[in-house]
């Protein structure tokens, strides 16, 4: 059910209540997708992979938190 959310993909749904990122400023009331690990933005990252979940509740992981969960991996199978 993944699939690759192409750039300058925005959410077209209204935002419910805002998230306490938002409520305190930290990220601002942007719309524009972001990843759900590191929380940049579709912009400044070269994919974005779009997961399970609709709308407000779907998850996206991009190509930069991608790699860093492969290096940790892979070091802690050379571990074992």
Request: hydrophobic letters at 35%; proline letters at 6%; a negative charge.
């Amino acid at each position: 059910m993944w699939r690759y959310v192409p750039s300058g993909a925005v959410m077209t749904k209204p935002k419910p209540k805002p998230s306490i990122f938002e409520s305190a400023g930290k990220f601002g009331a942007q719309s524009e997708l972001r990843c759900s690990f590191c929380w940049k933005l579709r912009s400044d990252v070269r994919h974005l992979v779009g997961g399970p979940g609709e709308g407000q509740n779907q998850v996206f992981i991009c190509d930069e938190c991608v790699a860093l969960c492969a290096e940790i991996m892979a070091e802690e199978e050379d571990e074992s």
